[in-house]
């Protein structure tokens, strides 16, 4: 997807992902399910590597990696992971290979579809399914949502798996391709992406 081509939510989700993420300079960073527009395209690192598990992506690391992150322990400062765990069938396994590969005080900026969004709830009511919820398929393609999450779910899985949130945010409400209101006045949780900066214990 080309940034031209980016819908609304996508382009503030990129601008909040971008903003907790700070200075990289002097860090190494590993942005998982990078695809072909990576959140960590243009910032200055000491190096970056792009992970995806499409080879037309063309990615530093192609792999499944529901197999493992073939990087060495304690090897990486920052991980970015943006709309990539909801697709994990073993979302803590994931974690703890987020964790084995990070430095000690290394970071995740991770972001989800909130399954507890306002629009989300607003569907419920009436008798509606959320647009992101994971639900059954007859295939097996990347894309598909497996797991859905709100913030108190994000918040228990990565303390279970060694892991502090230090900030949450979200990309805000959107309804026709239009922030409703500004981002500080939205709280995270009525957000349609949660949002959060999270340090290894």
């Known amino acids: 997807m080309k940034s031209n081509q980016m819908n609304t939510q996508t382009k503030i989700r990129y601008v909040q992902m971008r903003r907790l993420l700070g200075n990289l300079n002097g860090k190494e960073v590993l942005d998982v399910g990078a695809g072909n527009n990576p959140i960590s395209k243009g910032l200055k690192t000491k190096k970056t590597l792009c992970l995806d598990g499409v080879k037309d992506f063309n990615p530093d690391i192609c ?3 529901n197999d493992g ?7 990486i400062d920052v991980i970015i992971a943006g709309e990539f765990l909801e697709h994990i069938i073993h979302p803590f396994k994931l974690l703890r290979e987020f964790s084995r590969v990070l430095r000690s005080g290394g970071e995740i900026v991770l972001s989800v579809p909130n399954i507890c969004s306002l629009k989300s709830r607003l569907k419920a009511i009436l008798g509606d399914l959320p647009e992101s919820c994971a639900t059954p398929q007859d295939d097996e393609h990347y894309q598909r949502h497996v797991n859905d999450y709100n913030l108190k779910q994000l918040g228990n899985i990565l303390d279970k798996s060694r892991f ?5 945010t979200s990309n805000g409400i959107i309804f026709h391709s239009k922030l409703l209101w500004p981002l500080f006045l939205t709280p995270p949780t009525f957000g349609e992406t949660l949002i959060v900066r999270a340090i290894k214990k």
């Open 63 to 65: 792999c499944n990696i």
């Open 69 to 75: 992150i073939p990087l060495k322990d304690n090897s």
């Open 164 to 168: 502090h949130i230090t900030k949450t």
